[in-house]
């Protein structure tokens, strides 16, 4: 029994850095791969770089499986200077503050599923049966999560988001606690008498409690989500091959890495001392583990954008407003991946499509709705209607939410909730329509 519990728990310690440094070479944007390589081959000298293999014709779709070499590089990459994500900025602050592997994998598992404006997106019940974990070992990673900078960052909610800043403020004034919790759409629409009454408090002591609160960030992530603002380099290039698509993961910007055999050829040598000895072998090993996570790396990313090619098709050959319905969701079931995992693929992922440029691997993704037939419609659709709608709009009479939605059921024939276009209309960053009126 105690050989038993001790070979598991040496295995566990053994998985647990390979775990890690898997999930961080899946997430990682290919410049950033690049610069980790470029620092492991001077740190490690089990590491060694050598020339690329003669290039190959890029694989058709019906040849996916075939790997190929980046053709025309100079011509077709666009470089960048790329600015800290939100990602950098946790997973930096994780690595400071959290003391075991396990909060480590957690936090890292949490940080992968925070979006662009720095919510949540997922449920701790969720995360936890992702991880094989207690709800309460999660939900304790993610309350020191929230710690972090920026403010309120992995809220699950406006509500918990501008709550957490107030706690780090120090805020002690149950009044603007109250109004947070339970007031916040009245705060939206300026009906400050409403909040008055349903709280039983002077009119001047609620706007005084509302002048604190719209002082709060209630996106905190938005200030690193200028990813659409940089020019990149493509993970990814995809072209068009007669009736098919061709595509080819871009090694060539990164070194090409093996293991250096005189130094395997060392640890041989009975010559050698226990302590040199000790060191090699700690080297060789994290050197075969980060080739084994690159690896993964490029087979995880090809099988997730070979499903993405198959089904987006009309989107990469004439634009994104040919999607289809389509999210993370479906990819993990047709490869045999869990959600989460197909997250750290795309985010700050991007392909070189053959006729709508340089593409974030996340704007293939899109939710759906349905109109009046019960036909799928992509998301994005109607996202770019509701923009339509309220750019064209008389700023003196602003379109409500339910103006919208009656226009999409009237126009398009779409039959969309009331809460759906607030939520659209939050993820373009449209302000309601109490915000946009201009007196």
Do not use: W
């Amino acid at each position: 029994m105690y050989m038993d519990l001790k070979q598991k728990l040496e295995l566990r310690h053994l998985l647990l850095p390979q775990l890690r440094q898997s999930l961080k070479i899946l997430a990682l944007p290919l410049l950033d791969l690049k610069n980790l390589l470029e620092q492991e081959l001077v740190n490690n000298p089990f590491l060694e770089e050598i020339p690329e293999a003669p290039s190959l014709p890029p694989a058709t779709f019906s040849e996916i499986k075939r790997e190929s070499k980046t053709p025309d590089l100079e011509l077709r990459i666009s470089f960048m200077t790329r600015e800290t994500t939100l990602q950098d900025v946790l997973l930096r602050q994780l690595g400071m503050f959290t003391s075991t592997d396990e909060e480590l994998k957690i936090g890292q598992e949490i940080i992968g599923n925070i979006d662009e404006n720095g919510y949540l997106t997922v449920t701790i019940e969720e995360l936890a049966a992702s991880l094989g974990l207690s709800l309460d070992k999660v939900e304790c990673v993610l309350r020191l999560i929230q710690q972090f900078e920026p403010a309120g960052v992995a809220a699950r909610g406006p509500a918990e988001c501008l709550l957490i800043q107030l706690g780090l403020s120090r805020e002690k004034d149950p009044l603007v606690i109250k109004i947070v919790e339970s007031h916040l759409e009245d705060v939206a629409k300026k009906n400050f008498t409403h909040i008055a009454k349903c709280l039983k408090e002077p009119l001047n002591n609620i706007e005084s409690c509302v002048k604190k609160i719209l002082k709060l960030d209630p996106k905190p992530g938005r200030n690193y989500a200028a990813d659409e603002h940089n020019r990149v380099v493509p993970d990814i290039f995809i072209e068009e091959d007669e009736d098919d698509l061709a595509i080819t993961i871009n090694k060539e910007d990164t070194p090409t890495v093996k293991i250096n055999q005189d130094y395997k050829a060392m640890l041989k040598n009975p010559k050698i001392d226990p302590q040199t000895k000790e060191f090699l072998k700690e080297k060789l090993q994290n050197a075969l583990e980060l080739l084994r996570a690159i690896n993964k790396r490029r087979d995880t990313l090809r099988k997730v954008v070979e499903v993405i090619a198959e089904i987006q098709q009309d989107a990469i050959r004439h634009g994104l407003s040919r999607l289809k319905p389509f999210t993370f969701k479906d990819v993990a079931q047709r490869i045999g991946m869990h959600e989460t995992t197909i997250c750290r693929v795309v985010m700050n992922k991007y392909a070189q499509t053959p006729h709508q440029g340089i593409i974030a691997l996340k704007d293939f993704f899109s939710s759906h709705v349905h109109d009046q037939n019960g036909q799928a419609i992509s998301s994005s659709l109607v996202k770019r209607r509701i923009k339509e709608l309220t750019d064209g709009e008389d700023r003196k009479h602003p379109l409500s939410d339910e103006d919208i939605v009656g226009i999409l059921l009237k126009e398009d024939n779409l039959k969309v909730a009331r809460r759906t276009v607030a939520k659209y209309r939050e993820e373009l960053k449209i302000l309601s329509s109490a915000y946009r009126r201009e007196h």
